[in-house]
Every structure is written in structure tokens, then in C-alpha cells.
């Protein structure tokens, strides 16, 4: 197939570009078993993938690009897959963090880091902070995410904030709640890709997706290319967004 090479086309290209896209990275075991390699194969080609199109993106002009690393329900893989991907988010803070001012990332973590190792949250807490006054894309990684732990957090936030009197219940509405979100001051992806044939949204931003159009593919997520994600941008690009109305 012909891929497009949004990039590189050296004449302008009129594609309408999503400003926020959302994705979900699936598909990484079946990658490895495919091949007789153990998960953690799959995981770490699946790094490799999510440095290439983060990089893509950035450069293209994608202005938020939200990555599912690990959810809240992956808790119950086996332990070694479950170190072998925090290893892999070590690793990648590591050389993030050297990288940071030549990429020009701003780099975000979403999701109940609470319970991460002291040095994990201590590399994230620094990588934040190298990376916030960057003015390229906005990277948020949801680790330890679920979109129903997030809403509940916000909703859990209102409460306490009409409990001091911060807050009247009359003026709950849903931009007190956005406003309590994890990527607050953040527009909704308008985009969310998932590949590996799944078409499901497992628990992924489920305030904010409520408008996003959606692409999935058959391709295992060690095998995305930045062909795949112009194809999807090109979709993207011809639907016709009428939130809700005609
Ligand atoms: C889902 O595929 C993938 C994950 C639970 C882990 C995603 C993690 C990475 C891509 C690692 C690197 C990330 C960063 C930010 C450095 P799956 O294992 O559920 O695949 P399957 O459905 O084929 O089993």
C-alpha cells in the first residue's frame, strides 16, 4: 500500500489535522508470540514503535498526543511482564530525559502514579519539570490509568470542594468536572487510534473521548508505522464531525 508520508510530501498538504489524538497500544503479545518470543519482546517493540510515532507526531504538528501505557487492570499480568514494562518505562524516562530539550516535548504522566517505585516517581516528577516549558506537542503517558478511577478522583474533588464551601452543588456542571480531569486545560482528543483489531475503548479517556472519531486497524501495535498513522490521519481528515448536531 502506498503510504503517504504526510511529512514529506514536499507540496502543502490540505489534510485537516487533529490537534489531540489519543492511543491505545495493543497488540504487543501477540506480536511476540506470533514470533515464539516471550511478552517482554513484545513490549519492548512496542517502545521502539511508540518512540517513532511520538516523534512523527510532533513533527507533523500534532499539538497533544495521549499514549495508554499501562492500565489499571494490567496489574494482573504476570509479574515479569508487569517489571519487564516498568523497566521499559525507566529506561525510556532515561534517555527522554537527555533528549528532552533537543525533541522539545512537553512530557505528562496520567493516571494513579501513587503506587509506582520512589524511583520511577522520581525520574517522571523530573522529566516533567525538564520538559515543561517545551512548545512542541504535549505527550501525556497514562500509567496506572482507568477513566472510571479518573472520574471518580473528579468527582471525589467536588465533593471535597463543596464540603468547604469552595463549591456550590447548584453550579456542578460539566466543566467543573473537565476542570478536574487529569488533562485539564487540554482540549478532548478528537482522534483515538487502536490497532491490533480490537474495537474497544477499555476504560481509555472516557470523559474526554465523547465526541473523538475513531480508527482502528488489524496491525499489531510493534508493527505501526508512520504510514499507518497517515492513513488514519487521512480518514480523519474526510469525516464529517457534527457533535451532536446536523
Ligand atoms: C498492550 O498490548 C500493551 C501494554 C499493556 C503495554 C504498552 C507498553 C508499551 C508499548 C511499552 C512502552 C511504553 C512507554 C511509554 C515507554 P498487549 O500486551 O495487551 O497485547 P496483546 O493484546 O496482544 O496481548
Same mark, same amino acid.
Given at each position: ?53 511520538t ?10 498526543l ?39 516535548i512537553?512530557t ?7 503506587? /509506582? %517505585?520512589?524511583? $520511577? *516517581?522520581?525520574?517522571? #516528577?523530573? &522529566? !516533567? ?8 506537542m504535549t505527550l501525556n503517558i ?58 474497544? /475503548? %477499555?476504560?481509555? $479517556? *472516557?470523559?474526554?473521548? #465523547?465526541? &473523538? !472519531? ?33
Amino acid at each position: 500500500m502506498k503510504l503517504f508520508g504526510l511529512f514529506h510530501k514536499k507540496e502543502k498538504t490540505t489534510l485537516i489535522l487533529p490537534q489531540h489524538i489519543g492511543i491505545i497500544m495493543d497488540g504487543n503479545g501477540r506480536w511476540a508470540k506470533k514470533r515464539g518470543m516471550p511478552r517482554s519482546a513484545g513490549h519492548s517493540a512496542g517502545a521502539r514503535t511508540f518512540r517513532a510515532i511520538t516523534r512523527y507526531c510532533n513533527r507533523i504538528g500534532i499539538r497533544y498526543l495521549t499514549v495508554y501505557a499501562f492500565s489499571t487492570e494490567n496489574w494482573s499480568r504476570p509479574k515479569e511482564e508487569v517489571d519487564a514494562i516498568m523497566k521499559l518505562f525507566h529506561d525510556y524516562l532515561v534517555e527522554a530525559l537527555e533528549k528532552f530539550r533537543s525533541e522539545n516535548i512537553r512530557t505528562r504522566f496520567i493516571g494513579d502514579l501513587s503506587v /509506582l %517505585s520512589p524511583e $520511577l *516517581l522520581s525520574l517522571i #516528577a523530573e &522529566a !516533567e519539570e525538564t520538559s515543561l516549558h517545551a512548545t512542541g506537542m504535549t505527550l501525556n503517558i497514562a500509567i496506572n490509568y482507568g477513566g472510571r478511577q479518573e472520574i471518580a478522583r473528579a468527582a471525589k474533588m467536588i465533593a471535597q470542594d463543596v464540603r468547604e464551601g469552595k463549591l456550590l452543588v447548584n453550579n456542578i456542571n460539566e466543566k467543573e468536572l473537565s476542570k478536574r480531569i487529569y488533562t485539564a486545560e487540554q482540549p478532548d482528543p478528537d482522534l483515538i487510534i487502536r490497532p491490533s483489531g480490537e474495537q474497544r /475503548l %477499555s476504560n481509555f $479517556l *472516557l470523559w474526554q473521548a #465523547a465526541y &473523538a !472519531e475513531f480508527w482502528y486497524s488489524d496491525i499489531l501495535w510493534p508493527d505501526f508505522t508512520t504510514g499507518d498513522l497517515d492513513r488514519a490521519l487521512e480518514d480523519y481528515s474526510k469525516r464529517n464531525r457534527r457533535f451532536g448536531g446536523v
